[in-house]
Each structure stands twice: as C-alpha cells, then as structure tokens.
C-alpha cells in the first residue's frame, strides 16, 4: 500500500452540517475499498488563486490515508460526481520522497 493526500475544496456556502457529512462519506469509502489509517483535517475557509466556477473562496479539508489503485479510483469518482466539491487533488506521498 502506499500513502496518499487528498485535498478537497467545497463550495464556500456549504453549512456544517453538509460539509461533516461529505467528510464522513470521504472517510468512510477509504476503508470500505481497501485503505486504512485515514486522518481528515480541516483547512477552513480560503480566498481561491483564480475563479473556480465563479467562486472566489472555497472550504479547504485535507486528508491523508494508506491505500491501493481501487482506493484512489473510487475516491477519484465520487468527489468527480459530488456538486458540492469545486476542486480535488490526490497525490501519492511516498513518490516525495
């Protein structure tokens, strides 16, 4: 298994309620498709470098998790279909170093 970095960044208008949802799902599909060890931490809120579908802020929550090929293809998928995530970015940590 390798180590990975997931950041997100979620609509700026998203309630609490909603965004701790999404970070659930987001750490409940890791272990559920072969990933362990998955830490989520939340960035808050943050002014964008450029627009990003008219937002100019976005909701920043990073998390990090040992996974395999399946683990980031689901993760990958999911967010691509959620309308609340703007931007996602995964990144496999071992290859840092």
């Known amino acids: 298994m390798h180590k990975y970095e997931l950041m997100f960044i979620t609509r700026p208008e998203l309630d609490e309620e909603k965004l701790n949802g999404l970070r659930e799902r987001v750490k409940a599909l890791i272990p559920e498709n072969g990933g362990e060890n998955a830490t989520v931490e939340h960035y808050g809120k943050r002014r964008l470098a450029y627009l990003i579908q008219d937002y100019r802020e976005g909701i920043y929550t990073v998390a990090t998790f040992s996974g395999n090929e ?28």
């Open 70 to 97: 399946e683990t980031v293809k689901e993760l990958d998928r999911q967010l691509k279909l959620s309308d609340d995530v703007i931007r996602h970015m995964l990144i496999n940590i071992d290859d840092k170093k």
